[in-house]
């Protein structure tokens, strides 16, 4: 079955050839979740929600050392918020103004979260840093301005007070959940006298791998201090990331926070986009080495990744993988990179989107036949699990979909990056592999 071919009783998926034809502005409803009911099978259970595991958006407001967070919400997110917030060690910086029927129907809450901000704070044996509101999709229907409230219970409870929004109506527009908290988290950074030794890591909410070869590479350049969020101890550290004489961005989400710290605190930004291409990363650095005015010597770490590569094609042949969208990666970068290694992808279960659609073109001219699908459509209830060819899976997603075959998550928490990232993958793949034969 293809694109032309769909019926309702069978799973729909597009080839990647078929999907570039169509081009970016044609991509078709069934891979775009705002356009049907969301399908939450097994697969997407885990990530298909901004509040949902990993790095959520609940769990990403709180990023901020010393900060609390006040969930105001129906019973039942604060229930799940509950459940997950214990396994990571959170529990006691949740906090909850839970919503009721006519508080859902008239947007009372609104008078009672200045108050509750302040119980909260006074409860508190130690001044809490900030307080971020996080706030669900009830409030986006309600069309609540959360900016003034936050405003006003900044002034009642005498804490900074920020909001972190949970819509996940959202997931697709302009300011996702997962750009909007990344914008919030970096708010309270205020004007510093600059350090030209110092830069910041702009990405994700958990620190890159600590072998990761940007951090050596940064300081061959004479760079004394490397700011990552995720690593600050303390507030105090925290507000030093006001000093960077440049920021680095590491994910295109946090291109809206970066725009914004450059307005407010002068501090420009360059951005290392994570790829698993061998010389997609090598050039990244000769211009990033250009950018701020040194040669960069990648050669030693340019020499491992391209190792690691070719000793899973030496010993296990070429591989044909299921790639999902629960992992370290843009699933269609890493199908690409893949394809381009010598192995061959036949199914991706990913979100479609303006900056991947560029991979997926690529796709077309060395793969056309892969099989895209979308984890949230509803026709996924008529996969038949385990039918598509896969030697390896990666990504949780994709283990639901091939059961027999060998899986890698590839999804630790902290990040793989550049020839880090292609190392470890590599070295993944050949492992599991070798247990599996």
């Given at each position: 079955?293809?694109?032309?071919?769909?019926?309702?009783?069978?799973?729909?998926?597009?080839?990647?050839?078929?999907?570039?034809?169509?081009?970016?502005?044609?991509?078709?409803?069934?891979?775009?979740?705002?356009?049907?009911?969301?399908?939450?099978?097994?697969?997407?259970?885990?990530?298909?929600?901004?509040?949902?595991?990993?790095?959520?958006?609940?769990?990403?407001?709180?990023?901020?050392?010393?900060?609390?967070?006040?969930?105001?919400?129906?019973?039942?997110?604060?229930?799940?918020?509950?459940?997950?917030?214990?396994?990571?060690?959170?529990?006691?910086?949740?906090?909850?103004?839970?919503?009721?029927?006519?508080?859902?129907?008239?947007?009372?809450?609104?008078?009672?979260?200045?108050?509750?901000?302040?119980?909260?704070?006074?409860?508190?044996?130690?001044?809490?840093?900030?307080?971020?509101?996080?706030?669900?999709?009830?409030?986006?229907?309600?069309?609540?301005?959360?900016?003034?409230?936050?405003?006003?219970?900044?002034?009642?409870?005498?804490?900074?007070?920020?909001?972190?929004?949970?819509?996940?109506?959202?997931?697709?527009?302009?300011?996702?959940?997962?750009?909007?908290?990344?914008?919030?988290?970096?708010?309270?950074?205020?004007?510093?006298?600059?350090?030209?030794?110092?830069?910041?890591?702009?990405?994700?909410?958990?620190?890159?791998?600590?072998?990761?070869?940007?951090?050596?590479?940064?300081?061959?350049?004479?760079?004394?201090?490397?700011?990552?969020?995720?690593?600050?101890?303390?507030?105090?550290?925290?507000?030093?990331?006001?000093?960077?004489?440049?920021?680095?961005?590491?994910?295109?989400?946090?291109?809206?926070?970066?725009?914004?710290?450059?307005?407010?605190?002068?501090?420009?930004?360059?951005?290392?986009s994570r790829t698993y291409q061998i010389d997609k990363i090598h050039h990244q650095y000769e211009l990033f080495g250009q950018s701020i005015g040194t040669v960069i010597d990648d050669s030693e770490?340019?020499?491992?990744?391209?190792?690691?590569?070719?000793?899973?094609?030496?010993?296990?042949?070429?591989?044909?993988?299921?790639?999902?969208?629960?992992?370290?990666?843009?699933?269609?970068?890493?199908?690409?990179?893949?394809?381009?290694?010598?192995?061959?992808?036949?199914?991706?279960?990913?979100?479609?989107?303006?900056?991947?659609?560029?991979?997926?073109?690529?796709?077309?001219?060395?793969?056309?036949?892969?099989?895209?699908?979308?984890?949230?459509?509803?026709?996924?209830?008529?996969?038949?699990?385990?039918?598509?060819?896969?030697?390896?899976?990666?990504?949780?997603?994709?283990?639901?979909?091939?059961?027999?075959?060998?899986?890698?998550?590839?999804?630790?928490e902290n990040k793989p990056f550049g020839y880090n990232g292609v190392v470890k993958l590599f070295r993944a793949i050949g492992e599991k592999m070798s247990l599996d034969n």
């Open positions: 079955m293809n694109d032309n071919m769909k019926n309702k009783n069978e799973v729909y998926y597009i080839t990647a050839g078929e999907l570039a034809q169509r081009g970016r502005d044609n991509v078709p409803e069934d891979l775009l979740s705002a356009k049907h009911l969301i399908y939450s099978s097994p697969a997407t259970l885990s990530f298909n929600s901004p509040g949902a595991q990993g790095f959520g958006v609940k769990r990403a407001g709180l990023a901020v050392p010393g900060s609390v967070m006040l969930l105001v919400a129906p019973g039942c997110c604060g229930r799940n918020t509950q459940l997950q917030s214990a396994p990571d060690g959170l529990g006691d910086r949740f906090f909850y103004l839970l919503q009721d029927d006519t508080d859902i129907v008239t947007g009372r809450h609104l008078n009672k979260i200045s108050k509750a901000v302040k119980e909260v704070v006074d409860s508190l044996e130690k001044k809490p840093s900030c307080v971020m509101i996080c706030i669900t999709c009830v409030d986006a229907l309600l069309g609540t301005d959360m900016e003034r409230v936050c405003r006003k219970a900044t002034d009642y409870a005498g804490v900074p007070v920020l909001p972190c929004y949970m819509y996940a109506l959202t997931r697709e527009g302009r300011i996702p959940p997962m750009v909007a908290v990344r914008k919030t988290v970096y708010a309270l950074l205020e004007p510093r006298k600059k350090n030209p030794r110092t830069v910041n890591i702009l990405g994700e909410f958990a620190p890159l791998d600590s072998d990761n070869e940007l951090y050596a590479i940064l300081k061959k350049a004479g760079v004394t201090k490397i700011n990552e969020i995720s690593r600050c101890k303390d507030f105090d550290e925290y507000l030093t990331m006001a000093e960077a004489n440049f920021n680095i961005i590491t994910n295109p989400e946090s291109r809206l926070a970066a725009e914004e710290i450059r307005k407010r605190l002068d501090i420009p930004s360059i951005e290392l770490y340019k020499a491992a990744a391209e190792s690691a590569v070719q000793n899973v094609m030496d010993k296990h042949g070429s591989l044909t993988f299921a790639v999902g969208e629960w992992l370290n990666a843009d699933p269609f970068e890493l199908s690409l990179s893949l394809i381009r290694y010598g192995h061959k992808v036949s199914e991706i279960y990913g979100t479609v989107t303006d900056s991947n659609f560029i991979y997926i073109r690529r796709l077309a001219e060395v793969s056309p036949e892969t099989r895209i699908y979308s984890n949230l459509s509803p026709t996924m209830l008529n996969y038949a699990v385990g039918e598509g060819d896969a030697d390896l899976s990666i990504g949780k997603d994709a283990a639901f979909y091939h059961p027999a075959a060998a899986n890698i998550a590839f999804n630790e």
